[in-house]
């Protein structure tokens, strides 16, 4: 096969919100851009999908002409993603995130962004708008951009990122990129779980190819799932819905039984686990738990219902949520007679997002020369436990990201990438299609996906937690290397994808396990059933993990607190929820 | 409770053989509420991996559109478009001259 090369000053990995806007502000510099996007441009990833919120100081929304709290005030926002994050937040990053929201906003508004309402704190446009307007300014300043092409391996030179191999997913040949500079903006790595809460493209590609390549990362555990999604019908499997609507109207919440999910429950958590967006990780401990305890419906999810919600107020919030019951392509409508009718439909917890991720300093320069990383795919500002919006972090990250790495491509002559590392690292991907008699990607992707979901859920164990570590490094061992394919061409082949990402699943899905097992404590979306308490005084650390010569090495990191003090002493979790729901600033709404 | 079935054909291209068009039939076993979609991962998972449909970047739940295709005939999303227990189903590229592989298009 010829061998294309293709050069460019600085590559992105990833074609949702951060990738698009580190590409803007990295064009911005005047240096070449490329973005690589494994699916449809600005219609792939998580980005898309979010509803979705941009989360600010309500001063800073009233000084750009949006409606907003003028009693918050930065400091406040500042408290509460610490408080909501268990204060495992890295504080250099919430500061990043606090100090440069509003900027990014009045760019956003710049380029037209259309937003539907605003709140306290947070203006509400779609993951959809938000994508349209920065194709567009991506496109107006000449970012180069292709999609459906995915980054197998970063390349490296004296220890230097000087490239990447891709592989165009349509007619499967590689495409050799030679770069000054690397970010990885690819996302998280839902596609480990089943259900999950969508996109098939996350299988967290660029998290473990940094980390092959010797990027750290870290709190790789911390896994936030979404409450109150679709588990039935299938052809609404993953969508978000039923949270937005319990989040704004509340609703009820029961198990097999019939019974009450919540009762019993301390009213504060009761409140605020409902009608904030405390509602993840609280709503899905507490759905867990009743699974846990056999009281699951029959995909392993509860009942929601309208329950003593006025129909006419829930059909006004639907009707603004989801105009007409439809939501873009689906159809929502029969939905919305069982909730008049006060019938239940079954939901339960999906991942959603991911706290932990590629290790970054303050340019969002990973341990690794040349390579950035930004958005979901970097270990952010949310500590154990995210409130905020994701979003407004995709951006803030992308837009620094992008600059620093483009300053970075500037300074720097690209070094050369071996012509041998990128032989290599194709023949390596090429090896399932000429396995023959091997076991079936798509089979061994999907028991490891429900394993995934059951073991590394909202509650952990030791047990479980060793259990599945022994499944997967069984899996590593024997079944990684011995994967064939039953269509040996290279157009298009799903099963050879499946095959290339499992890799990724495999060793993220390890590497999160083992961060759990060590983790004996229990703080914001990680609960241990054998220690339920969380540990100010042995655990107010992250979790780093670093790849040596022939192993891997997990160390703790203490967290980054130059400005709030951390509590100390042992508190069971529940209570420690409801100290940190409470130690919420007095604005409103639902951050 | 008896176990509906969905009889399933898809029309097949593999443009590295420049074979176009072999109608290939499954069964499936129906689960209420199913899409177009849900069939297309059970074959993929279950019956035959080297079926080819838009999927390593869908989004399942309508937003991205890419999943189009023909489905008894009509032009849709495989993941938003129902399909009904116990009946014939065909399942088509959404044209016949840029097809990928299957029923994946080629890009405009
Ligand atoms: C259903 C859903 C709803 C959400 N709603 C909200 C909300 O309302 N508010 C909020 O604040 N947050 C929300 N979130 C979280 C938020 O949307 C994400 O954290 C954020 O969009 C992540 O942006 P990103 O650019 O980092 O990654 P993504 O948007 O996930 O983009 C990743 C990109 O990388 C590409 N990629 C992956 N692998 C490769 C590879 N190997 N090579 C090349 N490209 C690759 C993907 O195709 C994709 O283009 C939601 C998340 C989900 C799943
Ligand atoms: S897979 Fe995205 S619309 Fe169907």
Redesign the pocket.
């Known amino acids: 096969m010829a061998e294309t090369y293709h050069d460019t000053d600085v590559l992105v ?7 698009f806007r580190a590409a803007i502000e990295a064009a911005h510099s005047g240096v070449h851009v490329t973005l ?4 449809p441009l600005a219609r ?4 898309p ?5 941009f ?1 600010l100081d309500g001063t800073s929304m009233n000084e750009l002409g949006r409606e907003g709290d003028v009693n918050d005030s930065k400091e406040k926002v500042f408290n509460d993603i610490v408080t909501q994050g268990w204060y495992l937040n890295n504080q250099k990053l919430v500061g990043q995130y606090v100090d440069t929201a509003k900027s990014q906003l009045a760019d956003l508004m710049e380029w037209g962004i259309d937003i539907t309402l605003s709140d306290q704190r947070a203006i509400f446009t779609s ?1 959809t708008g938000i994508m349209d307007v920065l194709l567009k300014k991506a496109r107006a300043v000449g970012v180069e951009l292709l999609e459906d ?4 391996e970063l390349m490296k030179t004296d220890g230097r990122i000087a490239g990447a191999l891709g592989l165009d997913v349509r007619t499967g040949e590689f495409i050799r990129f030679r770069a000054g500079a690397v970010v990885i ?4 790595w ?1 596609k480990a779980f089943w259900p999950n ?3 098939r ?3 967290g ?2 998290i473990a190819a940094a980390f092959r390549a010797g990027a750290d990362i870290g709190n790789m555990e911390f896994i936030t799932f979404c409450c109150n999604v679709f588990y039935a019908p299938p052809i609404w499997r993953g969508s ?1 819905a039923p949270y937005i609507l319990s989040l704004v109207c509340g609703g009820r919440m029961s198990d097999r039984n019939g019974d009450d999910l919540l009762s019993g429950f301390d009213p504060v958590l009761q409140q605020k686990g409902v009608l904030t967006e405390w509602n993840k990780s609280f709503l899905s401990y507490v759905s867990t738990l009743a699974a846990r305890e056999g009281r699951a419906l029959e995909n392993g999810g509860i009942h929601y219902s309208r329950g003593d919600v006025d129909w006419g107020f829930m059909q006004m919030v639907g009707g603004v949520i989801f105009p007409n019951w439809k939501y873009k392509a689906i159809d929502f409508s029969t939905w919305a007679e069982k909730l008049e009718k006060n019938e239940p439909v079954e939901v339960g917890p999906a991942v ?2 991911f706290d932990g991720g590629i290790v970054v300093g303050d340019r969002f320069e990973t341990t690794v020369p040349g390579l950035y990383a ?4 970097a270990l952010g500002a949310f500590g154990a436990n995210r409130v905020f ?4 972090e ?1 951006l803030v990250q992308g837009r620094d990201a992008g600059r620093f790495s483009a300053e970075f491509a500037k300074a720097k002559k690209a070094p050369e990438p071996k012509r041998d590392a990128f032989r290599e690292a194709e023949e390596r991907a090429c090896a399932p299609l000429s396995c023959t008699g091997g076991e079936n990607p798509p089979a061994v992707r999907r028991n490891i996906q429900e394993a995934a979901h059951r073991r590394l859920g909202p509650i952990r164990s030791e047990g479980e937690l060793t259990a599945f570590i022994g499944m997967l490094e069984d899996v590593q061992k024997n079944v990684l290397s011995n994967l064939s394919v039953s269509y040996t061409g290279r157009t298009y082949n799903k099963e050879w994808f499946d095959a290339l990402e499992l890799r990724n699943i495999v060793e993220l899905l390890l590497v999160s396990a083992k961060s759990a097992r060590l983790r004996t404590e229990s703080r914001g979306v990680h609960f241990r059933e054998d220690f339920p308490h969380t540990d100010n005084d042995a655990w107010l650390c992250e979790t780093i993990v670093s790849r040596g010569e022939d192993a891997i090495a997990f160390s703790s990191r203490p967290v980054t607190v130059p400005h709030m003090t951390p509590p100390r002493g042992k508190t069971p979790y529940l209570e420690m929820m409801k100290t940190l729901m409470e130690a919420h600033s007095d604005t409103g709404g639902k951050h | 409770m008896v176990q509906k079935n969905i009889t399933v054909t898809v029309l097949r291209t593999d443009p590295e053989k420049s074979d176009a068009g072999t109608k290939q039939r499954y069964t499936v076993p129906f689960t209420e509420g199913m899409s177009a979609m849900d069939v297309l991962d059970y074959i993929y998972q279950h019956l035959d991996s080297s079926v080819a449909y838009y999927d390593h ?1 869908g989004c399942g739940l309508g937003i991205c559109a890419r999943c189009t295709g023909r489905i008894n005939g009509k032009a849709g999303l495989f993941c938003q478009t129902p399909v009904d227990g116990g009946g014939e189903l065909v399942l088509e590229p959404t044209g016949k001259d840029r097809v990928q592989r299957d029923l994946v298009m080629k890009k405009k």
């Open positions: 990995m990833g074609g949702g919100g951060a990738g690589v996007s494994k699916g792939s990833g998580a980005s999908m979010a509803g979705a919120d989360t993951g092409v995915s980054i197998l903006a690819s996302g998280g839902h809460t969508g996109m493209d996350l299988s590609d660029g978000l959603e997002y930004a958005g979901e795919a919006s994701a979003v407004t995709m | 970047a």
